[in-house]
């Protein structure tokens, strides 16, 4: 999992904005994923990724968006439609379509100014 | 969809005892099923996973067990020391999509 960073660690974003979230991996993996994490809560599915300039919604995408233009990149995009954006989101990668073993980003933390 | 379900939700054990931790899944096609372990602040850390052609894996104080037939699976710590405690969670994938995890269960090891 030391093959994906994410940043920034921290974001503020301001009423009516979007903001962008990197995730970048160095692990040469086909599928990543971006989950939620709320306070005291578990892991839910935003997108995901199977494949280069491929991706599917997955429990919660509505308010954001994602592109996957390399298979080393998989940026998230939280919209203004976003009411409620504050929580901990986690990015992650798995090596093929199976979508199996699934390693972990450090995380960014949002917060709503 | 997979819904997973995990308890107890909290769990205190004295250093050096047993905890166990359970999970049920819905969708009989699963069978990849991974723990991970979160410290406070720091991303999901896998610990260990089963594929359900096992009923039973270890390694070292931790172990997980298969019951396909039941639609449950659970994590095994023993000897219990202070640098378990953690949020554990549970997943389930059938391999066509991504995981669905538990919620967690908040482990507090009492020196």
């Known amino acids: 999992d030391g093959g994906i960073t994410q940043s920034p660690k921290y974001l503020f974003r301001k009423e009516g904005q979007n903001v962008t979230l990197s995730c970048e991996q160095n692990?040469?993996?086909?599928?990543m994923y971006w989950y939620r994490q709320d306070p005291g809560q578990g892991l839910r599915l935003i997108y995901y990724?199977?494949?280069?300039?491929?991706?599917q919604k997955g429990d919660i995408a509505e308010g954001y968006s994602v592109s996957r233009e390399k298979k080393e990149s998989f940026p998230l995009t939280v919209t203004s439609a976003q009411k409620n954006p504050t929580a901990f989101y986690l990015c992650a990668s798995s090596a093929d379509r199976r979508q199996e073993t699934q390693y972990f980003g450090p995380g960014t933390r949002l917060l709503v100014l | 969809g997979e819904n997973v379900e995990q308890h107890p939700s909290t769990l205190s054990v004295q250093e050096g005892d047993s905890a166990v931790i359970k999970c049920t899944y819905s969708d009989s096609a699963s069978n990849y099923f991974p723990w991970y372990k979160q410290e406070l602040g720091k991303r999901p850390q896998l610990i260990i996973d089963i594929r359900s052609n096992v009923g039973e894996k270890k390694d070292q104080r931790i172990a997980v067990t298969l019951n396909k037939t039941a639609k449950h699976f659970s994590l095994h710590i023993t000897e219990t020391q202070p640098e378990d405690s953690a949020v554990y969670f549970c997943a389930a994938s059938t391999g066509r999509r991504a995981l669905t995890f538990g919620s967690g269960t908040r482990l507090q090891v009492q020196p």
């Open positions: 990724s199977q494949i280069v300039n491929d991706f």
């Open positions: 692990l040469n993996h086909d599928a």
